[in-house]
């Protein structure tokens, strides 16, 4: 399928406004999967992190997979001879299965674990890792049985949408700690230009403000949203109204 399936800024937007109003698992996971199939995503998964040497299974929030791949990876405990998962630990950006690198996340059992994994239809796709100050992290894995034809700009929706999903699953399943303190109002300004694609220096000349203050707000809101990336901020500034659009 071509990287074409995806409009520019309206879809991603159209599903936050819908996710926000799912109250279950079950709506939050399915919406997430009709749009990612527009772009031949044919399962995904959302999950925790388990810590080391903790079982993987009640980690995950959310998943649309083959089953009995589902279960022989949970049963046979191959999360930590998954080289997408464990390179998930070390990046904070969203990265293509094909972009792991090799032999860097290898264990014994990887060789063993890539051909089963072929075997049920995960051949490639697309990983969004999620962190936060307080160390809370999670990954959304979208996966394809071939090479994953997305453009840039499908990728760049998946990576926002992905993100506002995990969120409301946090919520939906009691993940979500206390709010986050509200943003001044300045800082709000400026992660509202952000949203709508404005850069740092964008920002500067439009407020009047050095580039460095622009920054400091930004590394504030990242704070208080309790995001790790300004893409994370920006998903939780508009589920909670701090950005409007």
């Known amino acids: 399928m071509s990287g074409t399936g995806m409009s520019v800024n309206l879809r991603p937007f159209d599903f936050i406004e819908r996710v926000k109003l799912h109250d279950t698992v079950d709506e939050v996971v399915a919406d997430l999967y009709r749009e990612a199939s527009q772009v031949g995503i044919e399962g ?9 040497g903790q079982p993987f299974g009640p980690e995950i929030m959310g998943c649309v997979w083959n089953q009995d791949w589902f279960h022989r990876y949970v ?29 860097a996340m290898r264990t014994d ?3 063993r674990f890539m051909g089963e994994a072929a075997e049920h239809g995960m051949v490639d796709g697309f990983v969004v890792p999620m962190f936060s100050p307080r160390q809370w992290q999670a990954n959304v894995s979208f996966a394809t049985s071939r090479a994953l034809d997305a453009s ?9 949408m992905a993100i506002y999903a995990a969120n ?3 919520r939906l399943t009691g993940r979500l700690g206390t709010a986050a303190p509200l943003l001044t109002a300045r800082e709000a300004e400026c992660l509202t230009w952000i949203a709508v694609g404005k850069t740092v220096d964008d920002v500067a000349s439009i407020l009047g403000l050095s580039r460095l203050t622009i920054q400091t707000h930004l590394r504030n809101v990242r704070l208080k949203l309790n995001a790790a990336t300004i893409a994370q901020a920006v998903a939780e500034g508009i589920r909670s109204g701090e950005v409007r659009i």
């Open 44 to 52: 995904l998964i959302v999950c925790g992190v388990p810590a080391p």
């Open 75 to 103: 049963e046979r405990e191959y999360f930590p001879h998954d080289p997408v998962a464990q390179w998930a630990g070390r990046t904070t950006e969203p990265f293509r299965w094909s972009a792991v690198p090799d032999p």
């Open 109 to 111: 059992m990887t060789g």
């Open 152 to 160: 840039p700009v499908d990728l760049a929706a998946l990576h926002l």
């Open 168 to 170: 409301r699953l946090r």
